[in-house]
């Protein structure tokens, strides 16, 4: 028997991705509002009692409006907004995480996607902090670059829009410089920091593709670069979307492309540097690992199948 997903918030970039991936698959029966019902508050909320898994790609607001909606006990929720992120009855949608979190995944029938510069951060810091190789009250920094897509419909019109008033050709900008950005809390949360890092986001013009990076003074920290790349690759040894690069591939990295895995699920992390000082680099698809990618891998660990199902 097939499972049946409905996607609320299709429309979006993030729900067109993630159709994209579930369309051609037989294993699951994607269910949609009919064009003519979009704006029937009682259809819409038949589709989400009656699905075995719904992915919410909507605003905040209307993610907590939807989940109040179901009153069933079956239906699973991914939901891929912030609304939910640090919420202690919602399981943490980043499966690699830990050793346990596919399990509360999977146990789990509320499930938050995480952002896409928290997958990178959280992915590079907490095995670091699990060693004790970083202390949790240590002061740390995240800069990173995202393709305009992250910043949703707006952003990308006022990048692609040519002629349009709001249009802009700048070819690289930083933002949220009030430093409140809606990820800091998730990065604080889930790798055992006592306070968030200093988060310095910006956005390039190109369509997606992101690079997280995290600078270490190893000198300071009193560890080698060997120890935080060890402390890495055991964290994810036999992962299949989460890559550590060898230390000899990262020496001989020149230069790293934000589109370099643009299209998968896959993260990759880099450790470049010497046992002065690292620099620490996460490389994904925004819209990959760090949202649709993330929501269908999620999914198919709620429904118990394939993990790697669609990606």
Known sequence: MTAKVFIDGEAGTTGLQ?????????????????HEKRKDADERQKLLNSADAVILCLPDDAAKEA????????????DASTAHRVAPDWAYGFAEMSNDQRDKIAASRRISNP?????????????LVEAGIVPRDWPLSVNAVSGYSGGGKSMIAEFENTGAPEHTSVPFRIYAMAQKHKHAPEMREYTGLAHGPVFA????RYLKGMLVEVPLPLWALKA?????HGALARAYEGERFVKVASLEEASATKTLDPEGLNGTNELKL???????????????????????????????????????AGL
């Not at 989940?67 to 991914?78: S, Y």
């Not at 952002?115 to 095995?127: D, E, H, N, Q, S």
């Not at 690292?278 to 993990?307: P, W």
């Open 270 to 308: 880099y450790v470049f540097g010497h046992d002065e000082e690292a620099r620490l680099v996460a490389l994904l698809d925004n819209l990959g690992k760090g949202a649709s990618g993330a929501a269908v891998q999620n999914m198919n660990i709620a429904l118990g199948l394939d993990e790697g």
């Open 18 to 34: 993630i159709r994209e991936r579930l369309e051609k698959r037989r294993d699951i029966e994607l269910v949609s509002i009919a």
């Open 201 to 204: 986001p910006s956005v390039g």
């Open 224 to 228: 080698k670069l060997a120890d935080v």
């Open 115 to 127: 952002g896409c510069y928290p997958t990178g951060f959280i992915a590079l810091v907490r095995p």
């Open 67 to 78: 989940v109040a909606l179901i009153e069933n006990g079956k239906t699973k929720v991914i």
